[in-house]
């Protein structure tokens, strides 16, 4: 019986041109199922970006829902990820295939970024104990996309820029909710209207 693999691509544009890349490729809504260059009926599912997000202050604690400077700084006693509400269909998609997969290729971008879409998405969808291969090109050249998946990586090799990037994204929600909260308070007490946003 042939290993069950999911190739988990970033975006709609990506997995095609992974899908264009194979001998056999059928397109489905939300994945194309691929065969040859040492393939069998392997899935290429994607997601648009970010299908998985940070909570929302209010989803953490109902104090949080009303902007009030008292109720700062919001510090999570531990950060937890949500599916974005726009992407729903499409996670639930990437989920069954990844829920199947008995190895996971990631083929996202080729940066921390591409590392952190994938991996978040992965370990929501309760997959993280499974084999995970990497992809790593910098083209989307039928020929170099084929060298690639004929030489993966082994995906631990990448967990450090996953982490980076987990990291990084949670030090602009702490910046990001907090001083835009503390600045809009401010501001509006001085008789300003509006919302001001602060950013890292």
């Keep these: 019986m042939s290993k069950k693999i999911t190739i988990l691509a970033e975006k709609p544009s990506q997995a095609e041109a992974y899908a264009d890349s194979f001998e056999k490729k059928e397109r489905n809504k939300g994945y194309y199922t691929v065969s040859g260059n040492g393939f069998d009926n392997a899935i290429i599912t994607y997601g648009f970006g970010h299908l998985v997000e940070l909570y929302n202050p209010e989803d953490y604690n109902d104090r949080w829902k009303k902007w009030e400077i008292d109720t700062l700084p919001m510090i999570p006693e531990n950060y937890k990820f949500k599916v974005s509400k726009d992407k729903k269909a499409q996670y639930n998609i990437v989920k069954k295939h990844l829920d199947n997969a008995d190895e996971i290729i990631i083929a996202t971008d080729s940066d921390r970024e591409g590392e952190a879409i994938a991996r978040l998405i992965i370990r929501l969808s309760g997959n993280d104990n499974k084999s995970i291969k990497r992809l790593w090109i910098n083209s989307l050249e039928v020929d170099e996309i084929q060298k690639g998946f004929q030489n993966l990586k082994e995906g ?37 209207k509006g919302v001001f946003s602060i950013g890292r």
């Design 156 to 192: 631990k090799e990448f967990y450090s820029s996953f982490i980076e990037a987990e990291t990084r994204q949670i030090a602009d929600w702490l910046v990001g909710m907090n001083l835009s909260r503390l600045y809009t308070l401010c501001m509006q007490k001085s008789g300003m």
